[in-house]
């Protein structure tokens, strides 16, 4: 079924940006950035304003059991299944602003430019904000999309947990986002995903609009380390059980795995390290290390594995405790839609927009969504790729070029 085209779009892009300085307001962190971790109070208010701009925008919202928000505009033939834009509304402890925020917002800009412009789109398009990408609060990262997906069970990643034993499913509602729509089960006729780089390639080359053909494999894991506390002073080397030690052998084995790989730009990450007692004078006898390896290559991303697992065997041996796996996961984007990959990629030359394909380093939802739909991501630029940190900056000049790619694909989907 086809609907004719649509004429090309532009969006308004001072209304756009005017939108993501609004969300800049809201949980501050570190001067220029923000600390909006998922289901804290500042998340909940994003959320809530959120929600107004879609209701205000003729949208109608849904909310599922794990709290991703749906906002939904209707089609002509309503009965079709969506057309889909989505991203996250939530940070990381030292987040910038636009990382996830440009590509919520840039959705619904889509959504207020059609109306502005009378035009009704044959597919009904829906505006997604996903819960808890970032993993920042409650690990792994991606989870909320990835019970969409089927990966996760809705009732695993309610039960996750934070640094201070909160529930997930009880944090989301307390801030009154336990949504009573079920998690996944419903077709989607594409999902698109617009993100900051969060890497130097756009911004050194100057090009404003990335189409993303693929990302890395990652292998992420946490690991628990046994050991057992004695006094920091008499107790002798040879019978020492320090887990702190054995953690820290695990940061330096999983960045040494990067290093070795660094020549065909694989990725050793030391994450996060926690022990019990933590305190001088003695000898800690739990900890626990969260790393991952990641690699263009999927083959050598599970051999970067294989050496950390070797490394792990090592380190267990040389600091004389126990180490167990205690979660892991994996993804890749090895299944992103080639006709939407070509669609965004056509769009932009038909704009009269430059592009470059390249593929993703780091993890998005849209890695889970393309197991169930098909799926592509457009890149914008940040500048000199800083992300993950305060000082994360992109212009509305260099973003709307993408923001108006991703409104046309989208326009062009949902009229088929």
Same mark, same amino acid.
């Given at each position: 079924?086809?609907?004719?085209?649509?004429?090309?779009?532009?969006?308004?892009?001072?209304?756009?940006?005017?939108?993501?300085?609004?969300?800049?307001?809201?949980?501050?962190?570190?001067?220029? #950035?923000?600390?909006?971790?998922?289901?804290?109070?500042?998340?909940?208010?994003?959320?809530?304003?959120?929600?107004?701009?879609?209701?205000?925008? #003729?949208?109608?919202?849904?909310?599922?059991?794990?709290?991703?928000?749906?906002?939904?505009?209707?089609?002509? %033939?309503?009965?079709?299944?969506?057309?889909?834009?989505?991203?996250? =509304?939530?940070?990381?402890?030292? &987040?910038?602003?636009? %990382?996830?925020?440009?590509?919520? =917002?840039?959705?619904?800009?889509?959504?207020?430019?059609?109306?502005?412009? &009378?035009?009704?789109?044959?597919?009904?398009? /829906?505006?997604?904000?996903?819960?808890?990408?970032? *993993?920042?609060?409650?690990?792994?990262?991606?989870?909320?999309?990835?019970?969409?997906?089927?990966?996760?069970?809705? /009732?695993?990643? =309610?039960?996750?947990?934070?640094?201070? *034993?909160?529930?997930?499913?009880? /944090?989301? !509602?307390?801030?009154?986002?336990?949504?009573?729509?079920?998690?996944?089960?419903?077709?989607?006729?594409?999902?698109?995903?617009?993100?900051?780089?969060?890497?130097?390639?756009? %911004?050194?080359?100057?090009?404003?609009?990335?189409?993303?053909?693929?990302?890395?494999?990652?292998?992420?894991?946490?690991?628990?380390?046994?050991?057992?506390?004695?006094?920091?002073?008499?107790?002798?080397?040879?019978?020492?059980?320090?887990?702190?030690?054995?953690?820290?052998?695990?940061?330096?084995?999983? @960045?040494?795995?990067?290093?070795?790989?660094?020549?065909?730009? &694989?990725? $050793?990450?030391?994450?996060?390290?926690?022990?019990?007692?933590?305190?001088?004078?003695?000898?800690?006898?739990?900890?626990?290390?969260?790393?991952?390896?990641?690699?263009?290559?999927?083959?050598?991303?599970?051999?970067?594995?294989?050496?950390?697992?070797? !490394?792990?065997?090592?380190?267990?041996?040389?600091?004389?405790?126990?180490?167990?796996?205690?979660?892991?996961?994996?993804?890749?984007?090895?299944?992103?839609?080639?006709?939407?990959? *070509?669609?965004?990629?056509? +769009?932009?030359?038909?704009?009269?927009?430059?592009?470059?394909?390249?593929?993703?380093?780091?993890?998005?939802?849209?890695?889970?969504?393309?197991?169930?739909?098909?799926?592509?991501?457009?890149?914008?630029?940040? +500048?000199? $790729?800083?992300?993950?940190?305060?000082?994360?900056?992109?212009?509305?000049?260099?973003?709307?070029?993408?923001?108006?790619?991703?409104? @046309?694909?989208?326009?062009?989907?949902?009229?088929?």
């Amino acid at each position: 079924m086809n609907a004719p085209q649509l004429p090309a779009i532009s969006v308004d892009a001072r209304r756009y940006w005017q939108s993501v300085e609004r969300s800049a307001e809201i949980g501050l962190g570190r001067p220029g #950035g923000l600390a909006r971790v998922a289901l804290c109070d500042a998340d909940k208010s994003m959320r809530d304003e959120f929600v107004a701009w879609c209701k205000a925008a #003729g949208c109608s919202v849904t909310v599922d059991g794990v709290g991703n928000i749906f906002a939904r505009r209707a089609g002509s %033939d309503d009965s079709l299944p969506p057309v889909v834009i989505g991203s996250h =509304l939530d940070t990381q402890v030292n &987040g910038g602003r636009y %990382d996830g925020i440009v590509g919520v =917002l840039a959705g619904l800009e889509v959504v207020r430019t059609l109306n502005d412009l &009378g035009l009704k789109t044959l597919r009904p398009i /829906e505006v997604v904000s996903w819960t808890n990408e970032e *993993g920042a609060r409650f690990s792994p990262p991606m989870i909320a999309s990835g019970a969409f997906a089927g990966v996760y069970k809705p /009732e695993w990643v =309610l039960d996750r947990k934070d640094d201070e *034993g909160k529930r997930l499913g009880d /944090e989301l !509602a307390r801030i009154g986002y336990a949504g009573p729509a079920p998690v996944g089960g419903r077709p989607l006729d594409a999902y698109f995903e617009l993100h900051i780089e969060q890497g130097p390639i756009l %911004d050194a080359k100057g090009i404003d609009v990335g189409v993303v053909t693929h990302g890395y494999t990652a292998h992420g894991f946490i690991v628990e380390v046994k050991g057992e506390t004695a006094h920091s002073g008499p107790w002798p080397m040879d019978k020492r059980r320090n887990a702190l030690v054995g953690a820290s052998m695990l940061a330096v084995a999983v @960045n040494d795995v990067g290093w070795k790989h660094h020549a065909t730009e &694989g990725k $050793g990450t030391a994450a996060r390290i926690v022990a019990w007692p933590n305190k001088p004078g003695i000898l800690s006898d739990w900890a626990q290390f969260t790393g991952d390896v990641r690699h263009e290559d999927p083959k050598v991303a599970a051999q970067m594995l294989r050496e950390f697992d070797a !490394a792990m065997a090592e380190a267990a041996k040389r600091s004389n405790t126990e180490m167990k796996v205690l979660e892991s996961w994996t993804w890749n984007a090895e299944l992103f839609d080639k006709e939407c990959i *070509g669609l965004v990629r056509n +769009t932009a030359r038909s704009l009269g927009i430059a592009s470059l394909d390249l593929p993703s380093q780091a993890g998005h939802d849209a890695y889970f969504v393309a197991r169930v739909a098909p799926t592509a991501m457009i890149f914008t630029p940040c +500048t000199e $790729g800083i992300t993950h940190n305060n000082n994360e900056h992109a212009t509305l000049e260099r973003t709307v070029p993408g923001v108006n790619v991703l409104a @046309n694909a989208v326009v062009r989907r949902a009229q088929r």
